[in-house]
């Protein structure tokens, strides 16, 4: 069965710095792989999604992510923070049945110090 | 222009009683979700209706039961509230049919249910 695993619960960067989520996956053949973001109090935003092609993908709001299928791990990057990325994000696995559903991780906090 | 809306966005009762959600998009999509987020922030999808039809019903106690009057609403109704049923529940949206898109859901706003 598809799992996803965040291993970050929170991250603390400086606004300005480089971020790194992580996300790994389990899943035996290519996956559809998703990035959202929820601010406090709202749905979830869709950031970027990884069907197949470039494994290099650009989303929204400057974040970007590269899915390494030998590591099994699809990470989201954002060269420089600003303090409004505060939020917590969500990756995503879509399950490969008929169903269309997302098997989401357990999600990262991040927080941006001034 | 809202794309996928949901109603209430609090929702405030007490153990026993039966409440509804509703949840409507004008995506145009044929594919909608309940998802249940937990005081963990943990996800976790209940139900899908594509086209009306039933396609995904996950282990939810059968206190809860979804009805889609057509492919632009999906309703949440619960029965007998507990304690255990707090948390926000999101309604997503999605077009069925294309390799990969299939996928990319869209979600509503939330509303946070508290059972006290």
């Known amino acids: 069965a598809q799992s996803v695993t965040q291993p970050d619960i929170h991250i603390t960067v400086s606004e300005g710095a480089s971020l790194e989520l992580r996300c790994n996956y389990s899943y035996g053949a290519t996956p559809y792989l998703f990035w959202y973001v929820q601010s406090p109090g709202q749905g979830l935003q869709l950031l970027l999604k990884y069907f197949s092609g470039d494994t290099l993908v650009q989303g929204i709001k400057g974040f970007e992510a590269e899915f390494k299928r030998s590591q099994s791990s699809f990470n989201l990057r954002k060269p420089s923070v600003h303090w409004s990325d505060a939020a917590e994000y969500f990756c995503a696995v879509g399950a490969r049945d008929s169903s269309y559903k997302l098997i989401f991780g357990s999600g990262t906090r991040l927080l941006v110090r001034p | 222009d809202t794309a996928v809306s949901q109603t209430p966005k609090y929702l405030v009762t007490q153990m026993g009683n039966d409440k509804s959600i509703k949840c409507e998009q004008n995506l145009g999509h044929d594919t909608m979700y309940w998802y249940k987020q937990d005081s963990k922030k943990f996800l976790k999808i209940m139900f899908s209706?594509?086209?009306?039809?039933?396609?995904i019903n996950e282990t939810v106690p059968n206190r809860f039961s979804p009805k889609s009057p057509d492919k632009a609403h999906l309703n949440l109704h619960i029965n007998s509230l507990e304690l255990g049923d707090s948390a926000v529940y999101f309604c997503a949206s999605s077009q069925v049919g294309t390799v990969g898109l299939s996928y990319e859901q869209y979600f509503g706003p939330g509303t946070r249910l508290t059972v006290t």
């Open positions: 209706y594509n086209n009306k039809e039933l396609i």
